[in-house]
């Protein structure tokens, strides 16, 4: 478990490229790296996957082809862990969390919420990245099938109250001032609570 009980928790999902390490990135910048920090479900899952296959770590925490490759595979290895325990890969991306804001960038299906809601009642709060299939085109999707049709993807389409929906579009103009008024300031008021 993490060394600090955390003050809030927001668990962040969203489809390819609607803009969740964007966001994610603008709410760390916003806030701080002593206030809040940045943790991912794929880390653990991409570097026990790459160890069990003789694969690049580096190679796979990046955005080039090298990820997609594996995507698919990866992903039906990742359901296979969660089968066996659910709550595998929070348990080890919340190890060294030190600051009071988790932000937890890549939720996928319901039973990471779960462990979440679980563990963390009052903390944990969802909150969705949206964009248009014509932006998130724009940014380099194209649907592939095995992947945009899977549970990785559409897990939390249905049944997830959120907490927020940020709306992502274009250049993100209307992205700040979403932020501001929602989330952000919930945020810093929950890091100052004692
Ligand atoms: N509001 C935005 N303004 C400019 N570029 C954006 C914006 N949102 C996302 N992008 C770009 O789109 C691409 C996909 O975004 P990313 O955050 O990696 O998506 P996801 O993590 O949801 O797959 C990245 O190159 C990112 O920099
Ligand atoms: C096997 C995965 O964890 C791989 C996800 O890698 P990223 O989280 O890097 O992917 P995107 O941000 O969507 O491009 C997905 C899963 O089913 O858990």
Redesign the pocket.
Known sequence: MATVEPKLILLFS??????????TDLIHQRLGPDVCCILRLSGPLKQQYAQDHGLDFDELLG?GEYKEKYRADMIQWGEKQREKDPGFFCRVAIKEAQQPIWIV?DTRRLSDLQWFWREYPSQSRCVR?E?SEETRRE??WEFTTGIDDAESECGLDQGVDFDWIIK?E???SQ?EEQLATGLLSIAKEKAKED
């Open positions: 969203g489809k390819r490229k609607s803009g969740k390490d964007y966001v955005a960038s990245v964009a940014r380099g992502n274009g250049d993100g992205l």
